[in-house]
């Protein structure tokens, strides 16, 4: 398919409006910047202070100090946090009805030839757009909840509220907002025409949103009350090692799961809802028509049983379909598989053989493969946005960017992933234990890059950690290492972070370890840590020497980057039923 039709581009007339009653309104609330002014301790620690204090008004200032008067200093910081998501909200509704407007024509001015590729771009950020409304409202939600709560942890029926507990989910949420940002304007890369004008004309409102967003995230990430750093200390000082150990095995995250299914999920035999084969023995006959009839805003979990067979369709798992499970009969035997790429018109993010967005999503025993080939280019074999999401025994395969750790808490324990170019890439907050992960034989002249990591924000809590892992080659590609050599990862965006630890890596990789992505690009502000790995390829005496990559050398750091302190991986990795190590 190659038909295209023509519109005619207009200015951001919506986002630049609404943008303009903000900065004026701002402007005339605010006349000091100074200490004593009461956006200056919360506007002060932004990326972003002139777009911060433009955003807010006098009457916004007189809200916060009343209720200051009344309760507290947290309800000032609240107040002014719920004042600025409410004020994003109408920038990211403003982009989206801008995006809209490309899509069904109804624009004026310059023209520009809109493509089928062009249109699927368009047509992803309406979805990013779309998910990250829906984060912004689970955020608005959750910063309600908020309050230090002493008393916690004598009280497990009170999880829901605890403050940390709310906290690392309003800075997930956050980050995945600016990731959608990003995403959506990467959509726009491929086909000259729309990188050159389409991008350009909707970039402004997309960057204005984003800096919105990281506004709001480093408003949270400093809201830590002095209140909560005291009730953890106490905590800490009235209980022994090992309790402490307990307290992160129960204390983090909502329960998802009854106790009941709980136990169901640990056993071997699981009694499914439904199932799916391809000789018709089942309920269905594929996986998405499964997936399609599921209920929608579950809090059980759905299990999906996927017989043993080759399933060739594309699977969606939408943002409304949450706490679905699919188990295969081994990843040898239940293989999802599609053959979407760049080089065939899609879209990177559009190119998922599985998207996985809904929250809660599970799988096992299961492969999901990505047929296109080296010659497909950017060609994905499952993409990852659902929160608390995990993957036991499954195989991710296929050739550049296999893997799409697109965003919020995931988890992969026993996998095998395979790939050439960025094969694992994204920005969640991701944890691969004990997997397998194997560099294959690449196009010509390309280079293997197991990861490329996206974060663009010093704020987001996100990154790719492997940790416990093996790091090797298939066998085509190891009779030519020296030909196509395969490094740990580039920075794909500015605060690019990857830490390797306690892995087994083979000679396949290169001894400079890393790779630049577009000269010095990132390299003060990356975060790449390599810690007590072993192999012929973990010898770091030979790696690069730029200043944000280094060894870790205590523990404090490493643990920090832990399934247990990373991704809070508590309860919810436990209700998986899938094994796991919360620490070193």
């Given amino acids: 398919m190659s038909s295209s039709s023509w519109v005619f581009v207009t200015s951001l007339l919506i986002v630049v409006t609404t943008t303009s009653q903000l900065l004026l309104a701002g402007v005339h609330g605010i006349s000091s910047r100074s200490s004593s002014n009461p956006l200056h301790s919360i506007c002060s620690t932004t990326l972003y202070p002139d777009i911060c204090y433009s955003t807010l008004t006098t009457a916004d200032v007189d809200a916060a100090a009343a209720a200051a008067a009344n309760t507290s200093s947290l309800s000032t910081q609240k107040h002014l946090i719920q004042v600025t998501l409410n004020k994003t909200k109408e920038i990211i509704q403003a982009n989206i009805f801008t995006i809209n407007n490309f899509l069904t024509g109804r624009t004026t001015t310059t023209p520009i030839m809109i493509t089928n590729r062009t249109k699927i771009a368009l047509h992803d950020c309406l ?86 967003c990281s506004n709001v995230l480093a408003m949270i990430s400093n809201i830590i009350t002095q209140d909560d750093v005291e009730y953890e200390t106490n905590i800490n000082n009235k209980i022994n090692m090992d309790e402490q150990q307990k307290l992160v095995v129960i204390r983090m995250w909502p329960e998802w799961l009854s106790a009941g299914d709980r136990k169901l999920l640990q056993s071997e035999t699981v009694t499914p809802n439904v199932t799916v084969a391809t000789d018709g023995s089942g309920d269905y006959t594929t996986v998405g028509a499964a997936v399609a009839a599921a209920p929608s805003k579950s809090v059980n979990r759905y299990v999906i049983k996927i017989a043993a067979g080759v399933y060739r369709e594309n699977v969606a798992i939408p943002s409304s379909k949450t706490n679905i499970m699919f188990i295969g009969d081994g990843r040898s035997n239940t293989i999802i598989t599609a053959s979407e790429s760049v080089a065939g018109g899609n879209s990177t993010f559009d190119s998922a053989t599985v998207a996985a967005v809904g929250d809660g999503f599970l799988a096992r025993d299961i492969t999901f493969q990505n047929a296109a080939g080296p010659a497909g280019e950017q060609a994905v074999a ?138 010095d690009f990132a390299l003060n502000t990356l975060y790449y840590r390599e810690y007590q790995n072993t192999g012929p390829g973990a010898d770091t005496s030979n790696r690069v020497t730029w200043p944000g990559w280094g060894v870790i050398t205590n523990t404090t750091e490493a643990q920090s980057f832990t399934a247990g302190s990373f991704i809070d991986g508590g309860s919810w990795l436990q209700s998986t039923g899938f094994p796991y190590s919360l620490g070193l």
């Avoid at 409304?133 to 999880?159: A, C, E, G």
């Fill in 127 to 212: 979805h990013l757009g779309a998910e990250t409304i829906r984060r912004l409202d689970m955020v608005i939600q959750h910063l309600t909840d908020y309050h230090p709560t002493p008393n916690y942890y004598y009280n497990k029926k009170k999880k829901s509220s605890d403050p940390l507990i709310i906290i690392n989910n309003l800075k997930t949420f956050m980050s995945t907002t600016i990731t959608n940002k990003e995403t959506c304007l990467d959509g726009f890369t491929h086909d000259a025409p729309s990188k050159r004008l389409l991008r350009k004309s909707i970039k402004n409102g997309q960057d204005y949103g984003g800096k919105m």
């Fill in 382 to 519: 499952l993409r990852v946005g659902s929160d608390l999401s995990a993957f036991y025994r499954c195989g991710m395969l296929a050739y550049q960017d296999t893997l799409y750790v697109h965003s919020n808490r995931q988890f992969y324990v026993n996998c095998m992933i395979v790939g050439t170019v960025d094969f694992i890439f994204g920005n969640a907050a991701v944890v691969f234990q004990n997997c397998d992960i194997q560099a294959r034989l690449p196009g010509p002249k390309q280079k293997n890059m197991v990861t490329a990591q996206g974060r663009t924000d010093p704020n987001q809590n996100t990154g790719i950690v492997i940790q416990k892992c093996r790091i090797s080659g298939t066998s085509d590609l190891l009779p030519v290492i020296a030909t196509y050599p395969t490094y740990l990862g580039r920075p794909w965006k500015e605060y690019s972070r990857t830490v390797v630890m306690q892995s087994t890596i083979s000679d396949v990789i290169n001894p400079a370890g890393w790779y630049p992505w577009d000269g």
